[in-house]
C-alpha cells in the first residue's frame, strides 16, 4: 500500500511540474501575441515542432529555457557577421541576422525566451499575420513542406482546444472487447520484398471498434496495397499513429478533421494483401504503427510498450 501511495504522489507531482510548464508557455506565447499580432496558437505550433524536433535529434543542442525554437548561430546573428556570438541587435540587423530583443534589455540573447519567440514572431511579422502569408513565411523559413503541413496540423489543435495539454492516449480497442497481441516489431515479413514488421498486431473479430489514440489530425485515410483501408492521425508530437487492414472507416471520417483519445475512426478487418477491397487473406486484426518526424525524415518506433501504458492506464480509471 505505501508503494502504490508513493508512486501516485509521484505521478501526481510529475503532473502538477507539467500543469506549470504549460503554464508558464502560455504566458510566453500570449505576451508576444500582443506585441507581434501573431497568434498564441502560431508561435505554440512552431515551439512544439521544434521540441520534438530537438528530442529526437543528437546534432541539435539542449534548450536552456522553455523555448525549445533553435536558431543556428548564423541565422541568429547573421551569416556574414563576423561575431557569431553577437548579441548586440543593432549589429545583428545590420548583418541580417534574425535576432531581436523582446524582454527589453537591450541584448538578443539566442538562450532567452522572449528573445527567441520575439525575433520568430518579428521575422513572420513581415510576411503579415493572416493564415496564408504565415504559411509563406514558415515556407521560407523551413523550405520543408512537411514542416510546415506538421506546424498546421498543431495549429489546428490548438486553436481548436485553447490549450496546450493535449496529451491524453487511449487505447485503440475498448478495453471490454476480446483482444490480443504480442510484441512484434522488427519482426521480418516475407510478403512485398524484405521489410520488418513496423508495428504491433491486435487480434480481434471483425467489426471491433477501432478508435483514436490521441488528439490529432487525420493525416491520411483510403486503401494501400499492404494495409488495406487504413487511417493515419498526427498528433502533437510530430507523431502519426497508423492503423491498417480496417473494415471499414466510422461515418464521415475525412482527411483534416481533428481526433480525440478514444473517438470511433473505424473498424478491425482483414484488408490488404491486393487491390483495393482484397480482404480475408489472414485473421483480423489491427495493425498499429507509430512513426516520427525529426525534421529531415521519419522512422519507425516499437508502438507496445506506448500500448501497455495506455491500456494500463484505462484499466486503472475503471
Ligand atoms: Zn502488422
Known sequence: MVISFSAQSL??????????EYQKLMSLYKKTETVTNIPWYVLASI??????????????????????IYFKPEVWSGPLNPNKED???????????????????????PKNDEDILYSFAHFLQSYGTDIENLKIGLWDYYQRDKAVGLI???????????RLDLDKH?????????????????DARGWGGRRI??????????????RAT??????????NRYGGWRVGIRDIDNTYHYFAHLNGFADGLQTGQIVEPGQLIGSVGSSGYGPPGTAGKFPPHLHYGLYKDNGRTEWSFDPYPHLKAWERAERNKR
Open 152 to 162: 498546421l496540423g498543431h495549429m489546428k489543435l490548438y486553436k481548436k482546444y485553447g
Open 214 to 223: 490521441c488528439f490529432g489530425v487525420i493525416e491520411m485515410k483510403g486503401w
Open 11 to 20: 505521478a501526481f507531482g510529475a503532473e502538477t511540474d507539467q500543469n506549470q
Open 87 to 109: 548579441q548586440n541587435p543593432i549589429t545583428i540587423g545590420l548583418f541580417e541576422g534574425i535576432g531581436e530583443d523582446g524582454n527589453g534589455d537591450k541584448r538578443a540573447d
Open 170 to 186: 487511449a487505447f485503440p480497442v475498448p478495453l471490454n472487447h476480446n483482444y490480443s497481441y504480442n510484441n512484434t516489431w522488427g
Open 197 to 210: 514488421h513496423e508495428g504491433t498486431d491486435i487480434f480481434a473479430n471483425y467489426g471491433v471498434p477501432v
Open 47 to 68: 515551439d512544439q515542432y521544434e521540441r520534438n524536433v530537438r528530442h529526437s535529434r543528437n546534432d541539435i543542442p539542449k534548450a536552456e529555457g522553455l523555448i525549445e
